[in-house]
């Protein structure tokens, strides 16, 4: 078995999911690429990321909303 790409340690980023041997957290992963950076962009600014890691911090993302009770507010987002 493989070890996880995504982990969380109290000790590290306030315990928020981190790409394993980084301290880059799947919230900024997400925030940059949905403010329209571009994933080679990304890796160019975050040298120790790598391809697999923003995959697996999409994955870790779809199990957490998937997992999530979600309550309608009829307020989509822009």
């Known amino acids: 078995m493989s070890e996880p790409l995504i982990v969380s340690d ?14 880059i957290t799947v919230d900024l992963i997400l925030e940059k690429l949905g403010s329209g ?28 909303v998937r997992a999530e009770a979600v309550y309608p507010v009829g307020v989509g987002l822009a």
């Open 10 to 23: 109290p000790s590290v980023m306030m315990g928020k999911p981190v790409v394993a041997g980084t301290r």
């Open 37 to 64: 950076e571009s994933i080679e962009g990304l890796l160019e600014s975050h040298p120790r990321l790598t391809r697999e890691g923003v995959m697996a911090a999409f994955r870790f993302a779809v199990e957490a």
